[in-house]
């Protein structure tokens, strides 16, 4: 790797991150372990209070993943078999793969070319009498224009789930997002802007009822030891990760700073060559990827690779074009800006350890590569 003095570079340096808070989430874990409580404890109870103060939701539930925050979020609302729920095609399987499992169906629509996220002009289209929801994402960070979307939703009697599994902390019209629709779904995935040391998720709401039904459902359906009042399901988040959570929790906000000095650094050096990312002058962005589009996007991410420059495809395949979903007769050319995005997107290591050396170099390689296979 001439030039290069870096052993490599990954999408997200989990390592460093860690050596920057080692000592205070080694003690978080220790009271733990010396407690001996180790599920829906006082730990786990205060993650949710402060969370929920963060994201500006009157409840927070933590439970045990993100897509498991999608999945009981779906069963608060009844929603299931005869019903459709509308989403992207372009995000990660679990949002529609929820929708799906509740037995309900999955209702596409196409992207906006420059953010990524559901375009609110084309939801009306496919309102039918079986619509029970929109399940938004605010996609790598970006938040979704949830003011039209709020609109539409009220006006057809919906309900709103705001995907943010990739988003917490950004921001939307002096909201936070997780806060603007009836539920907000959240996931702690390690590599996630706030990352757990395993798996871990939450979900926020508004509305008393719904919380206390989403509360019994993420354990087995039940308030009181051994009643149930529902069929629920064991999503608890366990107190160890919430230990952990809560020491990340208290760094976030610097980090996601960090993300954004990073973001800016990208985009003035590459957007010359490459499509680069709207980036606003508040928090609507919070940059979990930082993605270009490019022509050369195969050859591109190899070259990197040759270079010790780690580089990732959020999504190579569309959820319509996923055999799974051939059961919704959906066909190429149904969703074309999602389809181009996803044979162009590739996203860049981004993290708040990143040194300028590190995304220099990276920068770099990607300028010697284009400049030279224009």
């Given at each position: 790797m001439p030039g290069n003095h870096f052993s490599s570079i990954p999408m997200v340096d989990l390592q460093e991150e860690l050596a920057l808070i080692r000592e205070p989430v080694l003690e978080a874990v220790t009271e733990v372990l010396d407690s001996g409580d180790y599920i829906l404890g006082e730990k786990g109870e205060k993650l949710e209070k402060l969370t929920a103060q963060y994201v500006g939701a009157s409840y927070s539930i933590g439970v045990a993943s993100g897509t498991d925050a999608l999945q009981l979020s779906l069963e608060a609302l009844d929603i299931g078999p005869g019903d459709d729920v509308i989403t992207t095609p372009f995000t990660f399987f679990a949002t529609a793969g929820t929708i799906a499992k509740t037995g309900a169906r999955p209702v596409f629509v196409d992207i906006e070319e420059e953010t990524y996220n559901i375009d609110p002009s084309k939801i009306e289209e496919v309102i039918t009498q079986n619509t029970k929801a929109i399940i938004v994402v605010h996609l790598y960070g970006k938040a979704t224009n949830m003011n039209t979307i709020m609109k539409i939703a009220r006006e057809h009697n919906l309900f709103v789930i705001e995907d943010a599994c990739q988003a917490i902390g950004t921001e939307y019209d002096g909201k936070r997002v997780g806060s603007i629709g009836d539920i907000g779904c959240f996931s702690f995935f390690p590599s996630k802007n706030l990352g757990a040391f395993g798996d871990a998720g939450l979900v926020t709401a508004n509305d008393r009822k719904l919380y206390e039904k989403i509360f019994q459902l993420r354990n087995h359906g039940s308030s009181e030891k051994y009643h149930h009042s529902l069929i629920g399901m064991n999503s608890r988040l366990d107190e160890i990760q919430a230990?952990?959570?809560?020491?990340?929790?208290?760094?976030?906000?610097?980090?996601?700073?960090?993300?954004?000095?990073?973001?800016?650094?990208?985009?003035?050096?590459?957007?010359?060559?490459?499509?680069?990312?709207p980036i606003a002058s508040s928090r609507e962005h919070t940059f979990h990827q930082y993605c270009i589009e490019s022509d050369k996007r195969d050859e591109l991410a190899l070259d990197l690779e040759s270079n010790g420059i780690d580089s990732a495809i959020y999504y190579p395949i569309p959820l319509h074009l996923q055999p799974v979903f051939d059961y919704l007769h959906y066909k190429q050319g149904d969703f074309p800006i999602a389809e181009k995005v996803a044979e162009r997107i590739l996203a860049l290591p981004i993290s708040p350890t990143l040194s300028f050396q590190k995304q220099d170099y990276i920068i770099t390689t990607i300028r010697r590569f284009l400049e030279n296979n224009g």
């Amino acid at each position: 790797m001439p030039g290069n003095h870096f052993s490599s570079i990954p999408m997200v340096d989990l390592q460093e991150e860690l050596a920057l808070i080692r000592e205070p989430v080694l003690e978080a874990v220790t009271e733990v372990l010396d407690s001996g409580d180790y599920i829906l404890g006082e730990k786990g109870e205060k993650l949710e209070k402060l969370t929920a103060q963060y994201v500006g939701a009157s409840y927070s539930i933590g439970v045990a993943s993100g897509t498991d925050a999608l999945q009981l979020s779906l069963e608060a609302l009844d929603i299931g078999p005869g019903d459709d729920v509308i989403t992207t095609p372009f995000t990660f399987f679990a949002t529609a793969g929820t929708i799906a499992k509740t037995g309900a169906r999955p209702v596409f629509v196409d992207i906006e070319e420059e953010t990524y996220n559901i375009d609110p002009s084309k939801i009306e289209e496919v309102i039918t009498q079986n619509t029970k929801a929109i399940i938004v994402v605010h996609l790598y960070g970006k938040a979704t224009n949830m003011n039209t979307i709020m609109k539409i939703a009220r006006e057809h009697n919906l309900f709103v789930i705001e995907d943010a599994c990739q988003a917490i902390g950004t921001e939307y019209d002096g909201k936070r997002v997780g806060s603007i629709g009836d539920i907000g779904c959240f996931s702690f995935f390690p590599s996630k802007n706030l990352g757990a040391f395993g798996d871990a998720g939450l979900v926020t709401a508004n509305d008393r009822k719904l919380y206390e039904k989403i509360f019994q459902l993420r354990n087995h359906g039940s308030s009181e030891k051994y009643h149930h009042s529902l069929i629920g399901m064991n999503s608890r988040l366990d107190e160890i990760q919430a230990a952990i959570l809560l020491v990340k929790l208290y760094y976030l906000d610097i980090f996601l700073h960090k993300r954004k000095e990073a973001a800016n650094i990208y985009t003035e050096n590459l957007k010359d060559l490459v499509k680069t990312p709207p980036i606003a002058s508040s928090r609507e962005h919070t940059f979990h990827q930082y993605c270009i589009e490019s022509d050369k996007r195969d050859e591109l991410a190899l070259d990197l690779e040759s270079n010790g420059i780690d580089s990732a495809i959020y999504y190579p395949i569309p959820l319509h074009l996923q055999p799974v979903f051939d059961y919704l007769h959906y066909k190429q050319g149904d969703f074309p800006i999602a389809e181009k995005v996803a044979e162009r997107i590739l996203a860049l290591p981004i993290s708040p350890t990143l040194s300028f050396q590190k995304q220099d170099y990276i920068i770099t390689t990607i300028r010697r590569f284009l400049e030279n296979n224009g």
